[in-house]
């Protein structure tokens, strides 16, 4: 049975939601050049990052600690609830696929260059 691909139009760029369940939800985040999405978190979603094509600069941590570090394409990343992190795009921007658990909405920003609350 096909599933419907939602395109949901971002600051940044756009997301193409191509599974979501009770159980989980799949993704397609594609990063226009330059751009970045919110230093934020989660308080219960789950996610892991793969990078297709791009690269991105990632902001993440916890507590006192930050890591800020390139991301190459093949390389995937796990962000537990809880930890802070902001991806921005290279020259090229970026395509990011995105499993996670089903919580699309639980977004807590910490910073937004776009003026989002």
């Given amino acids: 049975m096909d599933s419907a691909i939602r395109k ?3 600051p940044w760029g756009y ?9 989980y939800a ?7 050049p330059g751009q970045a999405l919110s230093l934020q978190y989660h308080e219960h979603k ?3 990052l793969y990078l297709h094509s791009g690269e991105f600069e990632l902001v993440i941590g916890e507590g006192d600690e930050t890591i800020t570090r390139m991301v190459h394409p093949g390389e995937a990343i796990h962000i537990p609830p809880g930890t802070r992190h902001r991806m921005t795009s ?9 499993v996670s658990t089903p919580e699309l909405d639980d977004v807590v920003r910490l910073e ?6």
């Fill in 15 to 23: 997301e193409l939601i191509f599974a979501q369940t009770d159980r």
């Fill in 112 to 117: 937004d260059r776009y003026g989002r609350a």
């Fill in 90 to 98: 290279g020259p090229e921007g970026c395509d990011i696929i995105e």
């Fill in 46 to 48: 789950d996610e892991t």
């Fill in 8 to 10: 949901v139009d971002k």
């Fill in 26 to 32: 799949g993704k397609i985040l594609h990063v226009d």
